[in-house]
């Protein structure tokens, strides 16, 4: 079962900050939090990933709470090419047999 | 730069005929292999992975198999499809580089059962 809880579905207006959640109040303290993003018929597309602090990478921010229990991922100027199904996944296990679970994600709309 | 190749794109079987997907990596060596599944509407689902040649795990009993015959090529087969094989198969790649490792995903390989 997937650690993660997401809003099913969220929109946007284009340029403005697109602002994800997601709640993994079971996350152990070595494990990590992954996001990824699907487009329509294609791979999952990697975003991003943090463990404790704040990340901000070409593509997103990624704000972990102090007590790791919830997180946000920030699209801060989004565009209609943003649209996808966004997931957010607690990596399980440390070793080279880690596994990523992926639970329904959110369907991102960004509306012109 | 890494690339993963996934073919055939899409996939129409008949029930009870066999299965081969293929999917390999260009540019590292001795990447983790991964296969997923997708159903419709669905997240995705870890059916194999392996972290060397002849280094296969299962995750979810069924009739499909995986096989390692190259170190950036990893298969996926089954004997007789069943109608419930149908979904959208993703291979991904890791560099195995430990607790921040990442997995990246091939362009997918849609199967329908019919």
């Known amino acids: 079962d997937a650690k993660t809880t997401q809003p099913p579905s969220m929109d946007c207006a284009e340029g403005r900050a697109a602002n994800l959640p997601c709640n993994h109040s079971?996350?152990?303290?070595?494990?990590?939090v992954y996001w990824y993003r699907q487009i329509h018929s294609q791979g999952p597309q990697y975003i991003i990933h943090g463990l404790k602090n704040n990340e901000t990478n070409e593509m997103a921010s990624l704000i972990i709470t102090e007590d790791r229990k919830s997180s946000t991922l920030i699209l801060p100027h989004a565009t209609l090419r943003d649209t996808a199904v966004y997931y957010c996944?607690?990596?399980?296990?440390?070793?080279?047999?880690?596994?990523?679970?992926f639970g329904s994600g959110t369907r991102l709309l960004v509306r012109p | 730069s890494q690339t993963i190749h996934q073919w055939p794109a899409t996939l129409v079987q008949p029930v009870g005929s066999p299965l081969s997907l293929e999917c390999t990596v260009e540019g590292t060596s001795n990447p983790n292999l991964y296969w997923y599944r997708q159903a419709a509407g669905r997240g995705l689902q870890l059916l194999f992975y392996?972290?060397?040649?002849?280094?296969i795990s299962s995750e979810v009993p069924q009739n499909l198999s995986a096989s390692r015959p190259q170190d950036r090529q990893f298969i996926l087969s089954s004997k007789k499809l069943l109608l419930s094989d149908s979904g959208f198969y993703l291979c991904?790649?890791?560099?195995?580089?430990?607790?921040?490792?990442?997995?990246?995903f091939g362009p997918g390989t849609r199967l329908t059962v019919l």
């Open positions: 996944i607690v990596r399980v296990g440390m070793d080279s047999s880690y596994k990523l679970i």
């Open positions: 991904a790649w890791s560099g195995g580089w430990g607790a921040t490792d990442t997995q990246y």
């Open positions: 392996s972290i060397g040649i002849d280094q």
């Open positions: 079971t996350i152990s303290g070595n494990e990590y």
